[in-house]
């Protein structure tokens, strides 16, 4: 990866509370595994997620992708 993309990721991640982006690594797998209609390994990958905000986020694109909009209702209220 380019110097100059990971340095503005780690300052993003950072911004958003974490400790490196590697901490979002997780969420950017099960965006994949969302995007390639898998959306069960999706979930069981974000919810490794360290970054709450990540995690949070990513639980609530899962959670839609398997028609359970009540909890991805629920994870969206937590990352306010």
Sequence with gaps: M????RRSRDRTAKSLGA???ETYDRFTRGEILLQRHRPLEALTEIEQEPAEIWRLTGEAL???ALGRDNDSN???TQTD
Excluded: V
């Design 19 to 21: 400790k490196s982006a």
């Design 74 to 76: 629920a994870a969206l």
């Design 2 to 5: 380019r110097r100059s993309i």
């Design 62 to 64: 899962a959670y839609r």
